[in-house]
């Protein structure tokens, strides 16, 4: 009789554990098997009562359709060139039925979660406890350390599960899987602010970009809707600086200031950081008088798990899974989007590569220019010297932007050369893309390439374009310092992609949105007019052999740097 009880006790336990609702008959597992977990190893236990913040990617629509829509909308050739889908038109294509979503909506409510459905239907922001997610996805929390970082990760131990009842809707629930590497960064050296500047190779301003780059466009304000962002991770910036930095290197846009912030990190102006500050000066610089955006994001968090009372939490697929969302659900993003962060490819699960690509591809059919930073890593030699990495994200949906040096000749002229570290070569994520076969193809012909098993031949090819990314003279802390590393080129052609747009505009035409088929179309149509081939240079190092930059399309310098006089002409003249 005592044993009948004690059972019947715990089955009513059981039930009441799905918050009074019929218990599911099964539940799925989901998994992430990772190939290495780079020194991240299991510590405290996060505290119960902490509350983070959780995504829960719905399962989206008719995305063969929006893909080629997009290539459509995005090929020069194509009659539908730049006719972009509008908020509501790509949401009606995606997003999930209404009875789909409820039955997520309820599952949460049964359980007293915190939750939001975003306005473009496809995520639901989680709010949760420790508790509470563990209790919900049948799981087990874990902060994660760094024998290289004081910044710690809190990710599941293992599998977390979803009513097999809705696994038809829910894609995945992040952040719970991966581990980021500790990536490196490239070299700042400082100068003083009345430091000589001999030369170009000694010191790159806006200037000497106009100048090399053949920007002829005047600096004037168009009046048009056009508008640029940076996205950064914990980067404050300091309006005296950039003040500053117009007076020195920028006079005609003084006083201009950032239209808006955006993201969950604000800007307090108390941690002013060297790459916010130059992401934010030369997008501006050279973007001209559109208005710029501000994303920050803040991806540390106090916790209060034993052991740890203030520990810090840094993870760039957090910020990237949090400005995505932020971007597709906003009905009117800023037209150029500048990314410097990165990590390394294959470490997180292919479903949430997979998904930040897509999202990448449905901004791009609504208009937006999204160009990322290559990486600083070179060829991305592997710790035993056997094989490439490659950067995350290398989505063929974004333009990838390498680096040169620039260089000046005894007759004034100017002249390139690949960066060591401008990170080049081949996605394991994702194949060629169509846009870049015929350049990839030629330039796999060439007889002095490293061993093919370095690299996936098959996969899309990186960078797209390089502009010059060293001695960048910038603004910060009220001092002049210069700097090096692919984060100078991405928001340099940004600013450059911005000029084009604010051009289209002002002439009643869309604006380029994602522009790699036209990047690549420019070089056959101007029979290569439109770039500086860029011929010298190697992002090999002493483990492992790089890659040449020959001549035509290389994984150095991508398809060259811009003769943007060339490129700006044809890219307004599509209609």
């Not at 997520?104 to 997610?133: D, F, M, N």
């Not at 600083?376 to 592997?382: E, T, W, Y």
């Amino acid at each position: 009789m005592w044993k009948t009880l004690c059972f019947a006790i715990l089955c009513i336990v059981l039930v009441s554990g799905f918050g009074g609702l019929k218990r599911p008959s099964s539940v799925t597992a989901r998994t992430f098997a990772p190939r290495t977990t780079h020194k991240w190893t299991p510590s405290t236990l996060p505290s119960r009562h902490h509350t983070r913040d959780y995504f829960i990617a719905l399962r989206e629509r008719n995305l063969d359709q929006v893909e080629r829509l997009a290539i459509d909308i995005s090929d020069p050739e194509s009659s539908s060139y730049s006719q972009h889908l509008t908020f509501e038109q790509l949401n009606g294509l995606t997003s999930p039925h209404d009875e789909d979503i409820q039955r997520v909506t309820r599952w949460l409510q049964a359980h007293s979660i915190e939750h939001e459905v975003l306005p473009a239907k496809t995520y639901i922001r989680v709010r949760a406890t420790t508790r509470q997610i563990e209790s919900l996805l049948r799981t087990k929390l874990r902060t994660f350390s760094h024998s290289e970082s004081d910044k710690p990760i809190v990710r599941a131990e293992s599998a977390y599960y979803v009513p097999t009842e809705l696994d038809d809707v829910i894609h995945f629930i992040a952040p719970l899987h991966g581990y980021p590497r500790v990536a490196r960064r490239g070299p700042i050296r400082k100068v003083t602010p009345s430091g000589k500047r001999s030369t170009a190779l000694d010191a790159v301003t806006p200037d000497i970009i106009r100048t090399r780059y053949n920007i002829t466009a005047p600096l004037i304000d168009l009046k048009v809707n056009n508008t640029q962002a940076v996205f950064e991770i914990q980067g404050d910036i300091s309006d005296d600086d950039l003040q500053s930095f117009y007076q020195q290197f920028a006079p005609k846009l003084a006083g201009q200031k950032v239209r808006k912030f955006l993201g969950d990190g604000g800007n307090a102006q108390t941690q002013v950081g060297t790459e916010s500050s130059l992401d934010i000066e030369y997008i501006a610089a050279l973007g001209g008088f559109a208005p710029n955006y501000y994303y920050n994001y803040n991806v540390r968090d106090k916790m209060e798990g034993k052991g740890l009372t203030r520990g810090k939490e840094n993870d760039i697929y957090s910020a990237f899974l949090k400005y995505a969302t932020d971007l597709i659900n906003d009905p009117k993003p800023p037209l150029v989007q500048s990314i410097s962060y990165g990590n390394y490819g294959g470490d997180y699960p292919i479903e949430e590569v997979d998904r930040i690509s897509d999202e990448f591809m449905k901004l791009g059919a609504r208009g937006v220019t999204v160009l990322v930073a290559s990486g600083d890593d070179g060829v991305g030699c592997n710790t035993f010297g056997t094989s490439f990495e490659f950067p995350y994200p290398s989505t063929p949906w974004v333009t990838l932007v390498g680096s040169t040096s620039l260089q000046t000749e005894s007759d004034g002229t100017y002249t390139e050369v690949g960066s060591t570290f401008s990170t080049g070569g081949f996605s394991g994520d994702f194949a060629t893309p169509k846009w870049q076969k015929e350049a990839v193809e030629e330039f796999l012909k060439n007889p002095d390439l490293p061993a093919a098993s370095y690299y996936n031949a098959s996969g899309r090819a990186l960078p797209d374009i390089s502009t010059v990314g060293e001695s960048f003279q910038i603004v910060v802390g009220g001092d002049v310092a210069s700097v090096d590393g692919t984060s100078c080129s991405a928001p340099t052609f940004g600013g450059m992609v911005s000029i084009i747009n604010g051009l289209r505009l002002k002439a009643g035409k869309k604006p380029v949105g994602f522009i790699n088929p036209l990047l690549y179309k420019a070089a056959t149509v101007t029979q290569g007019r439109a770039y500086y081939d860029v011929t010298s240079g190697n992002n090999g190092d002493w483990l492992c052999p790089g890659f040449d930059a020959v001549k035509g399309w290389d994984p150095v310098t991508g398809l060259g740097t811009p003769n943007f006089d060339v490129l700006g002409k044809y890219a307004v003249s599509l209609p």
